[in-house]
Protein backbone atom coordinates (compact mmCIF):
# COMPACT_ATOMS: atom_id res chain seq x y z
CA UNK A 1 0.00 0.00 0.00
CA UNK A 2 2.71 2.27 0.82
CA UNK A 3 4.52 2.10 -2.63
CA UNK A 4 0.75 2.86 -3.91
CA UNK A 5 0.37 5.69 -2.05
CA UNK A 6 4.13 6.77 -2.83
CA UNK A 7 3.71 5.92 -6.77
CA UNK A 8 0.44 8.28 -6.83
CA UNK A 9 2.24 11.12 -4.95
CA UNK A 10 5.42 11.16 -7.04
CA UNK A 11 2.87 10.77 -10.57
CA UNK A 12 0.09 12.68 -9.71
CA UNK A 13 0.93 15.01 -7.25
CA UNK A 14 4.29 15.90 -9.04
CA UNK A 15 2.70 16.29 -12.17
CA UNK A 16 0.29 18.41 -11.45
CA UNK A 17 2.74 20.25 -9.30
CA UNK A 18 4.83 20.85 -12.51
CA UNK A 19 2.19 21.96 -14.71
CA UNK A 20 1.62 24.33 -11.69
CA UNK A 21 5.16 25.77 -12.08
CA UNK A 22 4.77 26.02 -16.03
CA UNK A 23 2.66 29.09 -14.98
CA UNK A 24 -0.89 27.32 -15.71
CA UNK A 25 -3.50 28.38 -13.20
CA UNK A 26 -5.43 26.10 -10.69
CA UNK A 27 -8.87 26.92 -12.56
CA UNK A 28 -7.16 26.42 -16.08
CA UNK A 29 -5.70 22.62 -14.71
CA UNK A 30 -8.99 21.96 -12.74
CA UNK A 31 -10.90 22.52 -15.84
CA UNK A 32 -8.51 20.69 -18.09
CA UNK A 33 -8.83 17.42 -15.40
CA UNK A 34 -12.88 18.18 -15.96
CA UNK A 35 -12.91 18.26 -19.48
CA UNK A 36 -9.95 15.80 -20.01
CA UNK A 37 -12.03 13.37 -18.14
CA UNK A 38 -15.17 13.77 -20.17
CA UNK A 39 -13.40 13.19 -23.06
CA UNK A 40 -11.81 9.95 -21.98
CA UNK A 41 -15.06 8.61 -21.48
CA UNK A 42 -16.74 10.21 -24.33
CA UNK A 43 -18.67 7.14 -25.40
CA UNK A 44 -17.78 6.91 -29.81
CA UNK A 45 -14.39 5.10 -29.81
CA UNK A 46 -11.98 6.75 -32.22
CA UNK A 47 -12.71 10.06 -31.55
CA UNK A 48 -10.71 11.13 -28.30
CA UNK A 49 -7.70 12.45 -30.27
CA UNK A 50 -10.21 15.45 -32.17
CA UNK A 51 -12.38 15.97 -29.44
CA UNK A 52 -8.91 16.75 -27.57
CA UNK A 53 -7.56 18.90 -30.27
CA UNK A 54 -11.07 21.10 -30.22
CA UNK A 55 -11.16 21.17 -26.20
CA UNK A 56 -7.43 22.76 -26.49
CA UNK A 57 -8.63 25.44 -28.98
CA UNK A 58 -11.92 25.96 -27.61
CA UNK A 59 -10.50 26.52 -24.11
CA UNK A 60 -6.99 27.63 -24.62
CA UNK A 61 -5.74 24.57 -22.16
CA UNK A 62 -2.33 23.10 -22.14
CA UNK A 63 -2.56 20.36 -24.22
CA UNK A 64 -0.15 17.94 -22.57
CA UNK A 65 -2.24 18.52 -19.44
CA UNK A 66 -5.60 17.10 -21.69
CA UNK A 67 -3.40 14.80 -23.16
CA UNK A 68 -2.64 13.25 -20.07
CA UNK A 69 -5.73 13.14 -18.19
CA UNK A 70 -7.66 11.94 -21.28
CA UNK A 71 -5.59 8.79 -21.36
CA UNK A 72 -5.61 8.20 -17.54
CA UNK A 73 -9.36 8.43 -18.27
CA UNK A 74 -9.62 6.26 -21.38
CA UNK A 75 -10.01 3.09 -19.64
CA UNK A 76 -13.09 4.43 -17.98
CA UNK A 77 -14.81 4.36 -21.60
CA UNK A 78 -15.14 0.52 -21.11
CA UNK A 79 -17.27 1.06 -17.87
CA UNK A 80 -19.27 4.00 -19.14
CA UNK A 81 -20.36 3.30 -22.50
CA UNK A 82 -22.57 0.80 -22.20
CA UNK A 83 -24.47 2.57 -19.42
CA UNK A 84 -24.29 6.18 -21.64
CA UNK A 85 -26.37 3.85 -23.96
CA UNK A 86 -28.70 2.84 -21.24
CA UNK A 87 -29.50 6.43 -20.32
CA UNK A 88 -29.68 7.34 -23.78
CA UNK A 89 -32.55 5.00 -24.82
CA UNK A 90 -33.95 5.64 -21.37
CA UNK A 91 -34.21 9.45 -22.37
CA UNK A 92 -35.66 8.46 -25.91
CA UNK A 93 -37.76 6.40 -24.49
CA UNK A 94 -37.05 3.02 -26.66
CA UNK A 95 -35.94 -0.62 -26.04
CA UNK A 96 -33.11 -1.58 -24.69
CA UNK A 97 -31.00 -3.48 -27.62
CA UNK A 98 -28.45 -6.18 -26.87
CA UNK A 99 -25.04 -4.38 -26.92
CA UNK A 100 -21.65 -5.85 -25.57
CA UNK A 101 -18.27 -4.33 -25.60
CA UNK A 102 -16.83 -7.60 -27.35
CA UNK A 103 -19.58 -6.69 -30.64
CA UNK A 104 -18.59 -3.12 -30.21
CA UNK A 105 -14.86 -3.94 -30.72
CA UNK A 106 -15.19 -6.68 -32.84
CA UNK A 107 -17.44 -3.73 -35.30
CA UNK A 108 -14.75 -1.17 -35.01
CA UNK A 109 -12.43 -3.56 -36.01
CA UNK A 110 -14.13 -3.85 -39.22
CA UNK A 111 -13.95 -0.27 -39.42
CA UNK A 112 -15.25 3.19 -38.51
CA UNK A 113 -17.60 3.78 -40.69
CA UNK A 114 -18.79 0.40 -40.84
CA UNK A 115 -19.45 0.20 -36.77
CA UNK A 116 -21.00 3.97 -37.30
CA UNK A 117 -23.25 2.63 -39.98
CA UNK A 118 -24.10 -0.87 -38.16
CA UNK A 119 -24.74 1.05 -34.38
CA UNK A 120 -26.60 3.67 -35.80
CA UNK A 121 -29.18 5.03 -33.27
CA UNK A 122 -26.74 2.96 -30.49
CA UNK A 123 -24.74 6.18 -31.31
CA UNK A 124 -27.27 8.85 -30.53
CA UNK A 125 -28.00 6.90 -27.40
CA UNK A 126 -24.34 6.68 -25.92
CA UNK A 127 -23.95 10.38 -26.95
CA UNK A 128 -26.94 11.49 -25.25
CA UNK A 129 -26.65 9.56 -22.26
CA UNK A 130 -22.69 11.41 -21.84
CA UNK A 131 -24.17 14.61 -22.67
CA UNK A 132 -27.11 14.21 -19.62
CA UNK A 133 -23.74 12.80 -17.32
CA UNK A 134 -21.33 15.05 -18.06
CA UNK A 135 -23.23 18.42 -17.39
CA UNK A 136 -23.17 17.49 -13.90
CA UNK A 137 -20.06 15.56 -13.86
CA UNK A 138 -18.09 17.95 -15.28
CA UNK A 139 -19.14 20.68 -12.81
CA UNK A 140 -18.23 18.43 -9.88
CA UNK A 141 -14.98 17.59 -11.13
CA UNK A 142 -13.74 21.10 -11.69
CA UNK A 143 -15.10 22.17 -8.09
CA UNK A 144 -13.73 18.92 -6.73
CA UNK A 145 -10.42 19.31 -8.17
CA UNK A 146 -10.22 23.17 -7.75
CA UNK A 147 -9.48 23.43 -4.52
CA UNK A 148 -6.67 20.70 -3.80
CA UNK A 149 -5.10 22.60 -7.12
CA UNK A 150 -5.20 26.13 -5.25
CA UNK A 151 -3.82 24.79 -2.35
CA UNK A 152 -0.83 23.20 -4.56
CA UNK A 153 -0.60 26.21 -6.01
CA UNK A 154 0.13 28.12 -2.28
CA UNK A 155 2.43 25.29 -1.69
CA UNK A 156 4.26 26.13 -4.94
CA UNK A 157 4.00 29.76 -4.37
CA UNK A 158 5.62 29.81 -0.79
CA UNK A 159 8.20 27.19 -1.87
CA UNK A 160 7.04 24.72 0.56
CA UNK A 161 7.23 22.03 -1.88
CA UNK A 162 10.10 21.92 -4.48
Known amino acids: MYRFQSYLKDKLIGGLLKFLKQGISPQKLALAISIG ?13 ALSMLVIYLFRLNPASIFLITNLAFPLFFVF ?19 SIESVYKMMNLGFLNAIETLGMTLVYAFTGWLVFSIP ?23 ILT
Open 37 to 49: FLVGIFPILGTHT
Open 137 to 159: AGLVLYFLSLRPLRSLGKMKSEK
Open 81 to 99: VIPFVRLGENIFNEQHIAI
